[in-house]
């Protein structure tokens, strides 16, 4: 179905992403855990010192917001106390106004007449005065020692002078509010309005006192501020409420506080139920009184605190989102480049001088420039490698084409030799022969270079092989030769021609000419670390036939190779042991 093949085709696609993702995430992680890729620091790395360039250029922005939030917040501070302030003289406006108004009334009742003589006429014009204020509930004068000498509505009590707000008015020069109190005439909450009286001589002569309805300035209060916004009170001078919009919420909030320390300042206090408040006080003029208000803290900085928040967490915030897209961005903008160029430089060292690095058209530009770097580094290595094979394969065949004529003109060199045996006399045809045999041994060896692959390296097993073919050939000598030797043993050319000959003169001293059945002899080598070790064994013993200890030729060999030769002889076997290093000094091992 076709719907099945487009399911199939998407399915495929994303394993296929998926296993390139985990692919270079291998690369990437394997690159980072080479000895090369360890940072050797804390930041030795493109990341993180980008990341402390970034975070050293944000801090100062950041930590400026976070000192403006400090400064927000003390100005906060400052502008709800002045905004408290002013709340607070506003609601006690309408209260200073019912002070001052009492206060004009007693002025203008202590010049009447009938009031200061307390004639029979003084009641009436008490009564007259009350029913005109409003807020009034009685008006009386009081003599010098407290007796109630007339009064605006009938007094149950003649006498008023032990109370405490009478005993200190009378050291005031002035107008005063008394406490709160209860009427003894009303029956109501008042505060008591005193306006002392002098005579002539300035010797305290009584008073005016007016009965102030409480409960008038609780509403008036009330109305400037309502309880749902706040709590304002009015507090004298001992601490004590005066009057209040809440009484139990402001008994909660200033009872037993020094008011008068708040001028300057918000105080906090918390209710019955442990919600917080802030609050703030103010002097009412002129009458001894100040009136304190008090707001919910959480709706008085509730944008403060937000914008205060905002001020700290926003540098946060900022700091870290900076660091995560910085850490995004070097992945995106830098890593993945890095990666890319380095399995280009990869490809490049395979000898692959043919790839072109076709994404780095996506990379910024200065990738680009690297890229195209690269790029022309490998065409120029290119280049120079053909040159150095070309100079190579010259080389080599020169050298091989020397190889084939020092083999050619040894092979006429034997030829010679053996037209020329036949005219040797008996007793010298054996040493002529050896030379005969030394001669091709040398164009052997010359035969191996030419046809060896590798110009600078012979293989030992080949050599060899090719030299026990020849000593079994040799017409005086009756030997089998064996080779037991790895494909992998390999010495340098120069060490070729020596070894040839030690062979030789080894295999021709264990052998002899006139023996009735061949002598077995097995040629071991090994490369024992950095040490070439060769053992020649014969299958018959020396019978005193085994000369080397007095031939110079092969010792000669043998140091001419940096080493010695060592005989073993026993009743049946016979063998000769050389070792030598497998590289000379100032070769490469």
């Known amino acids: ?91 006690a406006a309408s209260a200073r106004n019912i002070f001052s108004s009492a206060e004009n009334v007693l002025q203008a009742l202590k010049n009447a007449n009938d009031v200061r003589d307390a004639n029979a006429d003084c009641q009436a014009t008490l009564a007259g005065a009350n029913l ?21 509505l009938p007094q149950t009590q003649s006498s008023v002078g032990d109370r405490k707000w009478w005993l200190a008015a009378r050291n005031e020069r002035g107008f005063t509010i008394g406490p709160r109190q209860i009427s003894p005439v009303t029956r109501s909450d008042i505060l008591v309005g005193i306006l002392p009286l002098f005579g002539a001589d300035g010797v305290f002569d009584g008073a005016l006192a007016m009965a102030i309805n409480a409960a008038s300035l609780d509403n008036l209060l009330r109305e400037a501020v309502p309880p749902s916004v706040g709590v304002v009170a009015l507090i004298n001078d001992k601490g004590v409420q005066v009057a209040s919009n809440a009484a139990d919420a402001a008994s909660q909030l200033f009872d037993g506080r020094t008011i008068d320390n708040y001028m300057e300042r918000l105080g906090e206090a918390k209710d019955a139920q442990g919600r917080a408040w802030s609050f703030a006080a103010a002097p009412l003029e002129r009458h001894g009184l100040f009136v304190a208000i008090a707001r919910p803290t959480a709706d008085l900085f509730r944008w403060t605190t937000f914008h205060v928040l905002l001020g700290f967490v926003l540098p946060v915030v900022m700091v870290v989102f900076t660091l995560v897209a910085m850490w995004l961005a070097t992945d995106r903008i830098v890593l993945q480049w890095l990666l890319y160029i380095r399995r280009v430089t990869v490809v490049y060292a395979q000898g692959h001088y043919g790839f072109r690095p076709t994404r780095m058209h996506r990379a910024p530009s200065e990738f680009r420039v690297l890229g195209h770097a690269i790029e022309d580094m490998a065409l120029a290595v290119r280049e120079r490698d053909n040159r150095l094979r070309e100079g190579l394969a010259e080389k080599t065949a020169l050298v091989r084409e020397i190889h084939h004529r020092i083999k050619n003109s040894l092979q006429v060199v034997v030829s010679l030799l053996s037209l020329y045996g036949a005219g040797v006399a008996p007793a010298d045809r054996p040493r002529f022969e050896r030379l005969r045999v030394r001669m091709n041994s040398l164009a052997v060896v010359h035969r191996v270079f030419y046809e060896a692959a590798e110009g600078s390296e012979v293989r030992v097993r080949e050599l060899l092989r090719e030299l026990a073919v020849l000593l079994e050939g040799a017409s005086d000598r009756s030997a089998a030769v064996l080779v037991e030797a790895g494909d992998e043993i390999t010495l340098p050319t120069d060490f070729a021609v020596p070894l040839a000959l ?28 950095g040490t070439f070790e060769l053992v020649a064994e014969a299958s018959e013993p020396a019978e005193g036939r085994l000369d080397v200890g007095k031939a110079d030729l092969a010792h000669g060999f043998a140091g001419q190779l940096g080493g010695s030769v060592l005989v073993e002889e026993a009743e049946d076997c016979a063998r000769i042991r050389t070792a030598f290093p497998a590289r000379k000094r100032g070769m490469a091992g």
């Not at 409003?134 to 010098?144: E, M, P, R, V, W």
């Open 132 to 152: 005109s204020v409003l807020f009034s509930s009685n008006i009386a004068y009081i003599d010098k020692n407290g007796q109630v000498l007339c009064s605006a």
């Open 502 to 529: 030690l062979v030789t003169e080894i295999v021709m001293a264990l052998t002899r000419p006139d023996a009735a059945r061949p002598v077995r002899i097995t040629l071991k080598a090994a490369l024992q670390g």
């Open 1 to 91: 179905m076709p719907g099945c093949g487009r399911v199939w085709t998407e399915l495929c696609m994303s394993s296929r992403r998926r296993a390139l993702v985990e692919a270079w995430g291998r690369e990437r992680a394997a690159i980072f855990a080479s000895a090369v890729g360890q940072p050797r620091s804390l930041l030795d790395s493109v990341r993180r010192r980008l990341m402390l360039v970034i975070l050293i250029a944000v801090l100062p922005l950041a930590s400026a917001c976070m000192l403006q939030g400090l400064l927000q917040l003390r100005r906060a501070g400052e502008d709800a106390q002045q905004s408290l302030v002013q709340s607070a003289a506003a609601a």
